[in-house]
């Protein structure tokens, strides 16, 4: 026994998420899981970041820092910042690998996140494993894996309706899919993350994925029966979920300055569902006139509101907004979310449908009015109201704008009528089976144990 502690804690793993909040998230908190097995964890950060992330002061975790071709420069656009980073990145990692060659803990595997497949090769070329971690839904990498393989045919027209057919999914109509198997449009780079994530997926040591059994299971076994696939989700931290990790309140490494104190305040004088949160995450960026129409639609529906508009999207906020609204609103630049979908005084949440903020309102209990913007939210969003019925999605006019209207009559929806109790109800079956999917005896747990086991028992990290 005493030799196995010693065994475990030698085993070193590497985590390296793509640099944004909603891939960090996920992962940070797979490594909080891991390291509660024993293992040592560090997780990777890299220059871009470095200056923005606020870090917690003590953690199981340690957190390194590597060049990834930016210091305190901006790159001039989403193609230039991965042309660098892909061209600097790899060889920090191997620099990263070797330096703890030297030292007592050298590194085993590393848990790359999917979108980075080249961290495989880097990990083959330093004699350790690798692991690729999917940040998105199963249903939406297999819509893209059929874009790929030519089952889904594309591009799609939007006119007449398709409804498309795939297997271990429900029909899906043009604006359930992610659009980017439409093509790249403006987002080339994004693209080629999504579609790259598949590249090598046949050679890596391990597949993880951000999902819990009971909410997609069709596509995961469909999934499964490919590839061995381990669902270790939702990542969400543990005190929210089975309370087994002490010290597990928050994610713990944030991009961005939560206003909590106020947010807090300000729900805790609030009543029991009285409250709409509204959020798009970390990287969606509303147009000026979808944000006005937003804005109007909260005031017409004389609900309470908490707004986060990052600091970057607060000058699209209609002059005197906040002033006209003071009595029932509150805008912040950024909240603790989590501790904010958990108070009893939010009745609602208003999302873009990024995966984190899905599993985070389907594991808290709290029904959605879903309004995707890109990539993999539309099929969420899909999801969400369709399958496991917790929320309506809004409607776009012909100029594809939510209008104020529509927004009040979403809120008014759940906030106040029979649909709203029925998704109410029908959220609280989710979040028991979040619980339980972490849960001791859970898949998630598992799936750690094994790969904790097999990590220890082999010399450099491979499948044996
Ligand atoms: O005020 C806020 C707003 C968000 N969050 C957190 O930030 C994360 C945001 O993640 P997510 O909801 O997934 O949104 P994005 O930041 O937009 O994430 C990107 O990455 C996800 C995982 O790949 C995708 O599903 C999304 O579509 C993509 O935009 C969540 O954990 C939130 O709890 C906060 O803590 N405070």
């Not at 848990?111 to 199963?138: E, H, K, N």
């Not at 569902?273 to 129409?293: N, R, W």
Request: aromatic share 10%.
């Amino acid at each position: 026994m005493e030799k196995k502690q010693t065994d475990v804690r030698e085993s070193h793993v590497l985590v390296f998420p793509f640099p944004i909040q909603g891939h960090i998230n996920p992962m940070l908190q797979f490594s909080k899981r891991l390291a509660s097995k024993g293992l040592k964890v560090t997780l990777i950060a890299s220059t871009s970041i470095a200056k923005s992330m606020q870090t917690p002061q003590e953690s199981s975790i340690n957190i390194e820092t590597i060049f990834d071709g930016f210091q305190e420069e901006k790159a001039a656009s989403p193609v230039e910042y991965m042309e660098r980073y892909e061209a600097t990145v790899p060889q920090s990692l191997a620099e990263l690998i070797e330096k703890h060659g030297s030292t007592p803990y050298p590194v085993k595997c590393i848990v790359y996140d999917s979108v980075m497949p080249w961290a495989l090769d880097v990990a083959r070329s330093s004699g350790i494993s690798g692991a690729s971690f999917f940040t998105q839904s199963c249903a939406v990498c297999v819509i893209y894996y059929h874009a790929i393989q030519g089952a889904l045919k594309v591009p799609l027209e939007e006119e007449p309706v398709a409804v498309v057919s795939l297997p271990s999914l429900p029909q899906l109509e043009f604006n359930d899919l992610p659009p980017f198997v439409n093509g790249a449009g403006s987002y080339p780079a994004i693209y080629e993350l999504v579609f790259g994530q598949f590249s090598n997926i046949d050679d890596a040591d391990w597949l993880f994925w951000n999902t819990f059994n009971g909410l997609e299971d069709e596509v995961v076994n469909w999934m499964a029966s490919k590839w061995p696939i381990k669902p270790i989700g939702p990542t969400i931290p543990s005190m929210f979920l089975d309370k087994r990790l002490k010290d597990d309140k928050d994610y713990g490494l944030s991009l961005f300055k939560p206003n909590s104190d106020a947010c807090m305040k300000w729900l805790d004088s609030k009543e029991p569902s009285s409250v709409v949160y509204v959020s798009f995450g970390s990287l969606a960026a509303l147009g000026e006139d979808q944000m006005a129409e937003l804005a109007w639609g909260l005031k017409r529906s004389n609900t309470y509101f908490l707004w986060v508009v990052r600091e970057s999207e607060k000058e699209k906020l209609p002059n005197n907004f906040v002033e006209e609204t003071i009595e029932m609103g509150l805008v912040v630049t950024w909240s603790p979310q989590l501790e904010v979908l958990a108070h009893k005084s939010v009745g609602c949440f208003i999302t873009h449908c990024g995966w984190n903020s899905t599993l985070e309102a389907l594991s808290l209990g709290v029904p959605m009015v879903a309004m995707p913007q890109w990539t993999d939210q539309p099929t969420n969003a899909k999801f969400i109201t369709d399958v496991w019925q917790v929320g309506i999605r809004v409607k776009v006019d012909e100029k594809g704008i939510v209008t104020k209207e529509e927004v009040e009559r979403c809120i008014r929806e759940v906030m106040e009528e029979d649909a709203g109790n029925e998704m109410k109800k029908n959220s609280e079956k989710w979040k028991k089976l979040a619980c339980m999917a972490v849960d001791e005896g859970g898949a998630p747990n598992k799936n750690m144990e094994e790969f904790v086991t097999k990590l220890v028992c082999s010399s450099n990290g491979f499948k044996e």
